[in-house]
C-alpha cells in the first residue's frame, strides 16, 4: 500500500509541476503549497520544530 501511495504522491507532483509551468508560461503567479499533515498546527500552518533554539 504505502508503494501504491508513493507512486500516486509523485505523479500527482509531476501532474502539478506540470501545470505550474503551463499557468507561469501564460504569466500568472502560481504558489503551491504541499501538505505537511492534517494535525491542526500543520493545517494553520503553525509548524515548528519540536526543539527550539533560544
Avoid: P
Avoid at 502560481?30 to 499533515?37: F, I, P
Wanted: aromatic fraction near 6%; charged fraction near 20%.
Amino acid at each position: 500500500m504505502r508503494l501504491i501511495s508513493r507512486l500516486i504522491f509523485k505523479q500527482l507532483t509531476v501532474i502539478t509541476k506540470a501545470f505550474k509551468t503551463i499557468l507561469e508560461q501564460e504569466k500568472v503567479a502560481v504558489t503551491v503549497r504541499y501538505s505537511r499533515g492534517l494535525a491542526a498546527d500543520a493545517a494553520c500552518g503553525q509548524l515548528r520544530s519540536s526543539v527550539m533554539v533560544q
